[in-house]
T-cell receptor, first 115, second 116 residues
Framework: DAGITQSPRHKVTETGTPVTLRCHQT?????MYWYRQDPGHGLRLIHY???????DKGEVSDGYSVSRSKTEDFLLTLESATSSQTSVYFC??????????????FGPGTRLTVL | AQKITQTQPGMFVQEKEAVTLDCTYD???????LFWYKQPSSGEMIFLIY??????QNATEGRYSLNFQKARKSANLVISASQLGDSAMYFC?????????????FGKGTKLSVKP
């Protein structure tokens, strides 16, 4: 158990509204990630963070922003949600006791529906 | 070009038999890592096994083993003695660069169904 929680777990919103997803970890990991999972695409990296206030873009970052003001929280924001952002969003951390240090461990996921 | 290719969208296996899930990768970096994850119908992503590019032996974790053929750039997952609980999506992933660096690139997954 990598101590990762995501909130909310499910959300339905309307096109054009802002949405923020939260990832919280309890084990002081430096690296955190946001992915989206869509049928036929596997997992694709949206943004990642390598420390407080240090973030970078991933493969599918358009339409998303992130913030990390403290080690334990990594926020993903959809400034103006679109139907194409309907997806399952996973947060991950890297590293963990007893495992290869660059293995990523995932949170339970957030299912987001944009109507 | 895809960096990680899983050519089997879906597979069936009889309970108690072994099954191999294919994964090929593409990288020019001599240092990389390969990972397999399981995603049951409940949705969570579960880490199964890891193979480093410099590891001399194939990785094993219980009933899971990784058939690593470096020259062929393949990293197939072998599940021995399949169980009904093995029914899930399986994802192969690669990290380019030395350990501690680089992000994961995922394949599109293989759906495994275990028949009783």
């Amino acid at each position: 158990d990598a101590g990762i929680t995501q909130s909310p777990r499910h959300k339905v919103t309307e096109t054009g509204t802002p949405v923020t997803l939260r990832c919280h970890q309890t084990e002081n990991h430096r690296y955190m990630y946001w992915y989206r999972q869509d049928p036929g695409h596997g997992l694709r990296l949206i943004h990642y963070s390598y420390g407080v206030k240090d973030t970078d873009k991933g493969e599918v970052s358009d339409g998303y922003s992130v913030s990390r003001s403290k080690t334990e929280d990594f926020l993903l924001t959809l400034e103006s949600a679109t139907s194409s952002q309907t997806s399952v969003y996973f947060c991950a951390i890297r590293g963990g006791t007893g495992f290869p240090t660059d293995t990523q461990y995932f949170g339970p996921g957030t299912r987001l529906t944009v109507l | 070009a895809q960096k990680i290719t899983q050519t089997q969208p879906g597979m069936f296996v009889q309970e108690k038999e072994a099954v191999t899930l294919d994964c090929t990768y593409d990288t020019s970096d001599p240092s990389y890592g390969l990972f397999w994850y399981k995603q049951p119908s409940s949705g969570e992503m579960i880490f199964l096994i890891y193979q480093g590019s410099y590891d001399q032996q194939n990785a094993t974790e219980g009933r899971y083993s990784l058939n690593f053929q470096k020259a062929r750039k393949s990293a197939n997952l072998v599940i021995s003695a399949s169980q009904l609980g093995d029914s899930a999506m399986y994802f192969c992933a690669m990290r380019e660069g030395p350990g501690g660096q680089g992000n994961l690139i995922f394949g599109k997954g293989t759906k495994l169904s275990v028949k009783p």
